[in-house]
Structures are given as C-alpha cells and as structure tokens.
C-alpha cells in the first residue's frame, strides 16, 4: 500500500503527465507550496525535465542525405513507369569500345545513305549531331528556396545560365543535354547560396574551401 | 501537422514505390535531424548515431511496401530508429559505459572538484540520460526532448499508454538523481 508521500509523488508526476484538470492543479500547486518537502521533490522533478528539454538538439552530420540515396537498392517501377521513363527520361548511357566502334559504324553507314537518298546533308548532320549529347537530370530537394540554377564547366559557371524548376513537394529539377565528358558543377540558391549537390555521384576540391559535385557523363 | 503535408509525404511515398527513388531524398532531407537526435540521445555517441539513423531510413525504404496510408511517416520512422538502438544494445555495443556512470553517480566520496570535473567533460544531459536504462530512455527522450504525446509514442512503440506512463514515472525519478549526482542543481 502506498503512504501519503508515494501518492504526493505520484500526483506530480500526473502532473508531468499533463493527466490534472484545472481543479487538481491548482490543489497541488497550493499543497507544494505549504509542504517543504514536497515542493523539494517537485523541484527537482520539473528542474530535471527543464534540463533535458532545453538541451541542444544534435542536427544530423553533413553528407548524411547522400550516403543514404547512395546505398538505396534499386525499387522495381511498375511496367507502365517503366516503359514511360525509358521513352521520355533523362539517362547516361555506358557504352564499351566495341559497341561505340560499331554505333559509330552504323550512323555513318546511315549518314551516307541519308545523303545519297534524300540529299539532305545538313539536316541529317544535325541529327547525328544531336546523338552524339546525352540528357542528363540533376535535382535539389530546396523547399524553402524561391529560385535554383546550376552553374557548372558545362556552361562556364553562368549563375543564371540554366535554372530549375520547381516540383511540387520542393524537389527542383532541369533535365539539359551535355556532350560526354566529366562536369564539375553546383546549385546556387535564391541567386546567392552556392550549394554541393548531396547527390552528386563525387566530388572535387574547389580550391575555396567548398566541394564542387563531379558527374561523368558517358556515351 | 497539416493535413496538406501528410498527403504531400503520402504523395512522395507513391511515388517512390513506383520507382522515383530520387523522391526519397525529400522524406530524408525533412527528418534526418529528427531521426539524428533522437539515436544520438539515444546511443550518445555521433558516429553510432549517425549509423542508426542512416540504417534506420534505408530500412523504412526497404519495407516502404508495408507503409499504412493512415499515420504519419515520421511515427512510422520514431518506431524503426528505437527498434535499431534496442538492436544496438541488444548486440552488446553500448557504446557509453553505463557502469561507469551509475558507479560515479552513487559514489559517496566525489569531492565538488570532481563533480565540477563531470560537468566540464561533456554533455552532463546526455551522460545522465546514458545512465537510465534504455526501456526508460527512449520514452524520456520521445516525451520530453521530441515532445510527443503518449498515445503517438504508444503508437510507435506498440506499447500501452499506462505501461508507458509507469516507465516515464521511474525514468524521471532516476533522471532526477542522476543529474544530481553529475552535479546539476536542479
């Protein structure tokens, strides 16, 4: 059976519990201040829950975003995704020699012919041209940011060059076409913030103190 | 939270489980420090934390399947991140030595040069939270450093509210000592 010191404590803690009406508090409160004792064990009490919960709140180290998208397992899309991204998403492509040797083979193979047939050179000269880029998506998830634009090598770092656009659920997107080849690039936010993609696939010393995002671009 | 903002995480869940697996940085980005604190006060140390959080996001996106359209995924995330420190424990790696702390705590002979000492060489907060077992730990820390309510912790948990309220009881009663005995004046 508990004694009356047992139950004052464990009116407190229906208190730290937020279980009192206005009624039973007020009752409390006037019981703490006539007995010594009990307002001894309500100060600490209250004094022990006043230091955790003004204590700092740790944020979560830098890079932690991207060492977990990086160990993500691949998620089988249903078959309708599927089909929609392979016609319409952006993609790098990684080819061996032979293959390109042979891909190469072929476009040539079909420029000459185009020429022959259609003598329409400059056209088809653009379309083997165009073949020759890769679309490639870069995203930030910035939902607090008014404006994104990617600067980077491929655009000789113009701030204003290339912007994002804006999704929904704060994830900012641009899908642009790049010839093969290694690209060092960042974000810059609402015009000011230069920001390291925390998805790039590496990344490289800028020689400011800051880390540009590197993408390899192949064909 | 809005109920906007639990259709817009709902939104981003589809559409992970359709294959955008990109989408997933947004539900990371916006409770990585929620899921960080809590495996920190939870294992008190960085690195270990960072590794319970980290796997704990990896394996709500492995069960995203499982994932019911009728709570929020931020609960969902408090019960994976407690189950991976249980584990953490469970294995043996408690990182702090509790022992050492209760040992210390108890202690009739500290001088105030070595309680001044304790309070000088670290996060008094943490090692007094260190030292509660971890039953009572997790819901000091959910309850009073997250500040949820007990039936959203319960729910998390999968533990009653009264069981719950029992483990707070003790758990700041313990507190309380163990914060007095590291020196705090409370």
């Not at chain 1, 009752?27 to 007995?35: E, F, H, N, P």
């Not at chain 1, 998403?89 to 000459?112: D, E, I, P, Q, S």
């Not at chain 2, 270990?48 to 069960?63: G, H, P, R």
Request: hydrophobic share 40%.
């Amino acid at each position: 059976m508990k004694d009356g010191k047992e139950l004052d404590k464990e009116i407190i803690h229906r208190l730290l519990d937020g279980d009192l009406g206005p009624d039973e508090k007020t009752a409390l409160m006037d019981q703490i201040q006539a007995d010594p004792a009990l307002k001894e064990e309500f100060d600490g009490l209250t004094g022990a829950l006043h230091a955790i919960e003004k204590s700092e709140r740790m944020p979560a180290p830098p890079f932690f975003t991207a060492g977990i998208m990086r160990r993500l397992p691949a998620r089988k899309a249903p078959i309708g995704n599927r089909v929609r991204d392979f016609l319409l998403k952006g993609r790098v492509l990684r080819w061996n020699m032979a293959t390109a040797f042979a891909a190469t083979m072929l476009l040539a193979l079909v420029f000459t012919q185009a020429v022959r047939t259609r003598n329409t050179p400059v056209e088809t000269a653009a379309v083997s041209q165009q073949e020759q880029t890769v679309t490639v998506t870069m995203n930030l998830h910035a939902p607090e940011a008014h404006q994104v634009a990617v600067a980077g090598t491929f655009n000789k770092w113009k701030a204003d060059a290339h912007p994002l656009a804006r999704q929904e659920n704060g994830l900012w997107t641009i899908t642009i076409p790049l010839k093969p080849g290694e690209y060092s690039y960042m974000f810059i936010v609402d015009g000011k913030a230069w920001v390291t993609d925390p998805n790039a696939e590496t990344y490289s010393d800028d020689g400011f103190g800051n880390k540009n995002a590197v993408m390899r671009v192949r064909t | 939270m809005s109920a906007d903002i639990v259709e817009e995480e709902y939104a981003v869940i589809r559409k992970c489980l359709a294959g955008d697996a990109d989408q997933y940085a947004v539900l990371v980005d916006t409770y990585k420090d929620l899921a960080y604190n809590i495996a920190f006060r939870m294992v008190g140390d960085a690195d270990v934390a960072k590794d319970m959080a980290q796997e704990s996001f990896i394996a709500a996106y492995n069960a995203l399947e499982d994932f019911k359209f009728n709570s929020r995924f931020s609960s969902w995330l408090y019960r994976i991140v407690v189950n991976k420190c249980r584990d953490h424990f469970r294995a043996g790696r408690e990182t702090v030595p509790v022992d050492e702390i209760c040992e210390y705590v108890a202690g009739p002979d500290r001088s105030p040069e070595q309680a001044a000492a304790c309070r000088q060489t670290g996060d008094v907060v943490q090692q007094a939270l260190n030292g509660l077992p971890p039953d009572y730990r997790e819901v000091i820390i959910l309850k009073h450093i997250e500040g949820l309510d007990y039936k959203e912790i319960a729910d998390s948990l999968g533990v009653s509210v009264s069981a719950l309220k029992v483990r707070a009881h003790r758990g700041r009663e313990m507190l309380r000592k163990l914060l007095e005995g590291l020196g705090v004046t409370l």
